[in-house]
């Protein structure tokens, strides 16, 4: 096992060690060493103060009440290393009100959330021991998310480990066992404490890991997504079903059914994929058949998609690529489309988003029953989107003219008028690229005055 620990970790960890404290590796690198996958972040506590810590690392940083000093390692980011502690008091649900630093090992462990979470490593050369006195070697084995001690203790200190039990078990496809579930339903309103921030990270992370399926369905079963994406429950119930259309599920489970089929690995696209036709609750309608109906939906999802993210505080650029996604999801892949056609579809959704908003559609079409993930039309609409990527999209800057000439010819002044001009010459030649000729454009120049 020692063999998973990089040299530059295990110096830091010597160097402590020699100095004459008491270290351990703990956390979620002990996980992942006991399940034998790789080490994302390296972690240490110990008995030395921050201050002691500091003495012995010249590039080490402290700048928290919690007792963590940051050491950063070339390649392998920061190591954080934490003074053994108690905490004390949680007023808002999220933060200690107290730290007190502490004596053993096993004093540590017994504050940390789950029993996967709480097993401590101690190295001596080659050999290694374990420290576990919550049992969590036996539930990493069993694959089940424990909480340290009483789990009606636990969520009540930090709220935000009701969400990272369910962001743990999509991560590592474990089971939530029954009493920490149970708790996790009953304490599901103190979510409602976190910041938005932290709820939109754990989300994230659902939405990274290999079953993101898993995390959202553990969110609504555990009662937090109504704290956290009430919109999306508005859909359970609304039934899709049309005679001769693939849709036959209820419009929350046609958004979970997309997500699990979108074959896009960024959470970002993923959200999307979950979040696309959260608009038809509030359009649906009966057409004179009485059949349902859901016209604008993709609109009605796209000023949905906006105030969540603006409610979970996502950046500017992912909202503008969630929105986009949505708002533009119904495109026509008509074989009869004019190639100005689908250079206005590459410009209206951006270059950068075009291969997502196929992964989305393909997400669509088999989280609606479809059994293949492309229709011939669909491919040769693909086919055709790369064929006008392949140079770049044809633009505005593209014109063999510019404002100058429009100036020149018209013997105009800068304003409005000339902006006019280039559109109306741009539109044209989209429609017809051998038109982007000099002297042709010139003439149409004159023509438009």
């Not at 500017?316 to 100005?340: Q, Y």
């Amino acid at each position: 096992m020692t063999k998973a620990i990089p040299e530059k970790i295990k110096k830091i960890y010597d160097t402590l060690k020699k100095s004459g404290f008491d270290v351990y590796f703990v956390g979620g690198c002990v996980r992942d060493i006991l399940m034998g996958l790789p080490v994302k972040d390296w972690d240490l506590t110990t008995s030395a103060t921050p201050k002691q810590i500091l003495k012995l690392f010249e590039d080490g940083y402290y700048n928290n009440q919690f007792g963590t000093v940051g050491i950063p390692v070339k390649n392998l980011g920061i190591v954080e290393i934490t003074t053994f502690r108690t905490e004390h008091g949680y007023s808002d649900r999220r933060r200690p009100d107290k730290v007190s630093w502490g004596k053993t090992i096993e004093e540590d462990l017994s504050r940390r959330d789950f029993t996967l979470n709480a097993v401590a490593m101690k190295v001596a050369g080659r050999e290694v021991e374990f420290i576990d006195p919550f049992e969590g070697k036996s539930d990493i084995k069993k694959n089940i998310i424990r909480t340290v001690g009483n789990p009606k203790e636990r969520f009540k200190e930090d709220a935000l480990r009701l969400m990272r039990g369910v962001r743990l078990a999509a991560q590592l496809g474990f089971d939530i066992d029954e009493a920490t579930g149970k708790e996790i339903k009953e304490d599901s309103a103190l979510i409602k404490h976190i910041s938005a921030e932290r709820i939109r990270d754990e989300l994230l992370k659902i939405l990274s890991s290999p079953d993101p399926t898993k995390g959202i369905m553990l969110l609504k079963e555990s009662g937090l997504l109504e704290f956290i994406l009430p919109e999306l429950l508005e859909g359970v119930g609304v039934s899709q079903a049309r005679p001769g259309r693939h849709h036959t599920t209820d419009v929350f489970t046609h958004n979970i059914m997309s997500l699990k089929h979108c074959p896009s690995k960024d959470p970002i696209v993923r959200f999307a994929a979950l979040l696309h036709d959260v608009g038809k609750p509030k359009v649906a309608g009966k057409d004179k058949e009485g059949l349902v109906t859901f016209y604008n939906h993709e609109v009605s999802g796209a000023n949905i998609a906006y105030e969540i993210c603006q409610r979970l505080k996502f950046s500017k650029k992912e909202t503008t690529k969630i929105v986009t996604l949505i708002r533009w999801h119904m495109f026509s892949v008509n074989e009869n489309l004019s190639d100005a056609a689908v250079r206005r579809f590459i410009r209206r959704i951006g270059v950068e988003n075009v291969g997502d908003m196929m992964d989305l559609r393909i997400g669509d079409r088999l989280g609606g029953g479809t059994q293949t993930a492309e229709s011939w039309r669909l491919k040769k609409f693909k086919e055709r989107v790369a064929g006008e990527l392949a140079p770049k999209p044809f633009a505005l800057n593209d014109l063999k003219i510019d404002g100058n000439d429009v100036m020149k010819v018209l013997n105009l002044k800068p304003g409005p008028r000339v902006g006019e001009i280039l559109q109306k010459l741009f539109e044209e030649v989209d429609e017809d690229l051998s038109k982007n000729n000099r002297n042709y454009l010139l003439n149409r120049i004159r023509e438009l005055q």
